[in-house]
């Protein structure tokens, strides 16, 4: 009991030293920063595969200044590039007669409008009687603007409640040290302000967006951010436990302060209008006509305006495409917060304790398991596990890291593999070394998987036993040349091999044409007598299968004698230290062979102990022999002749005859025993031998006759 404990120990050990050297190399790959690409784009693979149109907020709306605005503007309305501030004043005043909640502006107005201050004065007009527009500020990190700003500005923008754990959580990176303003006109008459300034990943890639900014004393939100906070009339936010609150709803921080988006799918998944379709409708409302599209479609919306001519540089790659709008990523972000399925990141502690379970239980697996075949479905099935945790997690809102993952429980099982290979590679390569030339491909592999099974320092275990040789083949053999002669033999030699194997058994030795092998060692075959007998009626017609074309080549056509036992025997490596066999030893080993010569008394091929008998139940067809006494043997057995069913069908009539005529014979009837054999010689070799045997015993009776046929050789 001690020894299997002291394994599992080991395995133990063995596992948790592992999972530690996985968990470290991909850890701290990853803590550096190296599989930071990889694993974008593993997230980005995610996100497209898991996008889901139907999540999308049907209150955001966007309003696109694309090429076909660009060409309708010059072509239709001489407009050059770019364009007058007051366009920008219809389409506030248009969507505000609508309804609707708040217009956010991803377009920032630095300079003075280049038509003069009554086009600012007329956009900063129509922008203050709308009411409802949020201007986009672009803060910086370094210099490039304003490093203060006015009261006014600052007084009109969110409060945050436990400031203190924001500046020293998440928020401690969100600090600005620039900002570049708007024209004041255009500022003064905004209702409230948004950050569209925000970094990508390490891969260039925006997944993210700081849902706040600190700056110059004021917590300064993201455009998306700051439409939700227009609309909604919340002028509070507070932090805790990781997490933005804001009224009703949350936003869930990294250790940066930003919030990872879920795209919800492709580009255009929002309702989409281009400003030129907005611009016809309003021109027509204010001449009195129907407009193409009716201010009521902004009704309650969210309505977000852009740009995506590609010549207007709003363009940024992102988890769905190369290229994707700006804008597209700020309605995004107030996307997620309606919808609240932002993308919560796995703190780094919980990170790395996960990698190393992973680890631990790969490894734990692969070093207790020892079948080849199920060694590789776990290697399969751990390296594909993080990507299945990976993508199942991300459909629940939770980024898991796939690539360190990936490359931790790789090294592992690695790992395992290597202490695999180092512990059982020798007792693998000894078992192939010691068993392939008498045992199957297969059955080495189960001993390899189950090395357990194999006692190398002999066993008594219960066999079946198959001797066989050639008819003839000393006269064979001086009529070839040892080239011819050899070539003849490995053939037939392979040939009967082959079906041994396939049927389970192990080849002891060759001994010139002679096989000798047995069944139910090293590994149990419980069927052991019914596969015995199975090969050596497969044997027999494979080599008449082979005859016509051996007969061409040795002149001589081949046939060749069976003889199985089955029974107690000794079986295991036996030898010196340094060259031994795997072979058998016995009482019952010496029948068998016997039993192979006694085919000659009886003009049969194949012949069976009544010991095998006793295994096979109604598998094969028989009829008895005869009651032998072999040499060295007193005690008889009972030996028969099996056969297949339609075989025996086949020749019925032969077979019953010669039962009654053996019936007779141990009845001491010999008269009537000769009429029966007599009936039948020309077509049966059996009833041929017993005729003489009658006939002698007929002149000669015997005082005490048992029906023992003593065999007087070998």
């Known amino acids: 009991m001690a020894?299997?404990?002291?394994?599992?120990?080991?395995?133990?050990?063995?596992?948790?030293?592992l999972a530690l050297f996985g968990a470290a190399c991909g850890g701290a790959l990853w803590l550096s920063g190296s599989l930071d690409g990889l694993e974008g784009w593993s997230f980005d693979l995610r996100a497209q595969n898991l996008a889901n149109t139907e999540l999308a907020s049907p209150e955001i709306v966007l309003i696109l200044l694309d090429q076909q605005s660009l060409d309708w503007a010059k072509e239709q309305n001489s407009w050059s590039w770019p364009w007058a501030r007051e366009i920008y004043g219809v389409l506030a005043d248009f969507c505000a007669s609508g309804g609707a909640k708040s217009l956010a502006m991803d377009v920032v107005f630095t300079e003075p409008s280049g038509n003069g201050v009554a086009d600012d004065s007329?956009?900063?007009?129509?922008?203050?009687?709308?009411?409802?527009?949020?201007?986009?500020?672009?803060?910086?990190?370094?210099?490039?603007?304003?490093?203060?700003?006015?009261?006014?500005?600052?007084?009109?923008?969110?409060a945050l409640e436990n400031r203190e754990s924001w500046f020293a959580g998440s928020g401690k990176n969100t600090a600005r040290s620039s900002v570049s303003f708007n024209i004041p006109e255009y500022d003064i008459a905004s209702a409230a302000f948004g950050n569209v300034i925000f970094d990508p990943d390490r891969?260039?890639?925006?997944?993210?967006?700081?849902?706040?900014?600190?700056?110059?004393?004021?917590f300064v939100p993201s455009l998306g951010l700051a439409a939700?906070?227009?609309?909604?009339?919340?002028?509070?936010?507070?932090?805790?436990?990781?997490?933005?609150?804001i009224g009703n709803r949350t936003i869930p921080v990294d250790a940066e302060g930003n919030a990872?988006?879920?795209?919800?799918?492709?580009?255009l998944t929002h309702k989409a209008y281009n400003a030129a379709e907005v611009l016809q409708s309003a021109a027509q409302r204010l001449s009195g006509e129907t407009p193409k599209l009716d201010p009521a479609v902004f009704k309650d919306k969210y309505v977000f305006f852009g740009f995506t001519a590609a010549g207007l540089y709003d363009l940024r790659p992102s988890p769905m495409a190369k290229t994707y709008t700006g804008v597209e990523i700020h309605a995004t972000f107030l996307d997620n917060l309606l919808g609240q399925n932002y993308i919560t990141e796995i703190p780094k502690l919980w990170n790395l304790v996960i990698l190393f379970a992973l680890c631990f239980l790969a490894s734990l697996m692969l070093v207790s398991v020892k079948k080849t075949w199920l060694q590789g479905i776990l290697y399969a099935a751990y390296i594909l596990l993080p990507v299945g945790l990976a993508f199942g997690l991300y459909s629940a809102g939770i980024w898991f890291l796939m690539m360190p993952s990936m490359l931790c429980v790789l090294v592992s099982l690695a790992g395992a593999g290597l202490y695999n290979y180092a512990t059982e590679g020798r007792q693998k390569a000894f078992i192939k070394s010691a068993f392939k030339q008498y045992l199957s491909p297969l059955v080495i592999e189960q001993l390899i998987a189950n090395p357990d099974k194999l006692n190398l320092g002999g066993e008594r275990?219960?066999?079946?036993?198959?001797?066989?040789?050639?008819?003839?083949?000393?006269?064979?053999?001086?009529?070839?040349?040892p080239e011819d002669l050899t070539s003849v033999l490995n053939e037939y030699l392979s040939a009967m091999t082959e079906i041994i194997h396939d049927e389970g058994g192990t080849v002891d030795k060759y001994e010139g044409d002679a096989i000798i092998a047995f069944w139910n060692a090293p590994l149990d075959v419980p069927d052991h007598g019914v596969r015995a007998v199975r090969a050596a009626l497969r044997c027999q017609d494979k080599l008449a299968e082979m005859r016509p074309a051996l007969a061409t080549r040795t002149g001589k056509e081949l046939y060749m004698r069976v003889g199985l036992n089955s029974g107690l025997a000794v079986v295991g490596n036996m030898g010196s230290k340094t060259r031994f066999d795997y072979t058998m030893l016995g009482d019952s080993v010496n029948l068998a062979a016997r039993l192979e010569g006694v085919n000659k008394q009886f003009g049969t091929y194949t012949m069976i102990s009544e010991h095998t008998l006793k295994e096979l139940g109604d598998a094969f067809a028989m009829r008895?022999?005869?009651?032998?006494?072999?040499?060295?043997?007193?005690?008889?057995?009972?030996?028969?002749?099996?056969?297949?069913?339609?075989?025996?069908?086949?020749?019925?009539?032969?077979?019953?005859?010669?039962?009654?005529g053996l019936?007779?014979?141990?009845?001491?009837?010999?008269?009537?025993?000769?009429?029966?054999?007599?009936?039948?010689?020309?077509?049966?070799?059996?009833a041929r031998n017993y005729l003489e045997k009658c006939r002698d015993l007929a002149q000669h009776p015997p005082a005490n006759f048992d029906g023992v046929w003593v065999m007087t050789s070998k």
């Open 122 to 158: 007329s956009f900063a007009e129509a922008v203050a009687n709308a009411g409802n527009v949020v201007s986009a500020l672009t803060l910086f990190r370094g210099t490039g603007g304003s490093v203060s700003w006015p009261i006014s500005y600052a007084k009109r923008m969110p």
């Open 228 to 245: 939700y906070l227009q609309a909604s009339g919340i002028t509070s936010v507070s932090y805790g436990d990781k997490k933005l609150t």
């Open 203 to 218: 891969d260039g890639v925006f997944r993210r967006v700081p849902p706040l900014c600190y700056f110059d004393g004021a």
């Open 624 to 660: 008895e022999l005869s009651r032998i006494a072999v040499v060295g043997k007193k005690i008889p057995v009972r030996v028969f002749e099996p056969m297949r069913h339609d075989e025996y069908e086949a020749r019925r009539e032969t077979l019953e005859t010669f039962h009654k």
């Open 663 to 686: 019936q007779a014979y141990y009845g001491n009837d010999f008269k009537t025993a000769l009429d029966f054999f007599a009936s039948i010689e020309k077509i049966d070799a059996p």
């Open 461 to 481: 275990r219960m066999l079946t036993i198959f001797f066989s040789d050639l008819q003839g083949f000393t006269s064979l053999s001086e009529a070839l040349t």
């Open 260 to 267: 990872v988006l879920r795209f919800n799918g492709p580009s």
């Open 3 to 17: 020894k299997p404990k002291k394994k599992r120990a080991n395995k133990l050990l063995v596992a948790l030293l």
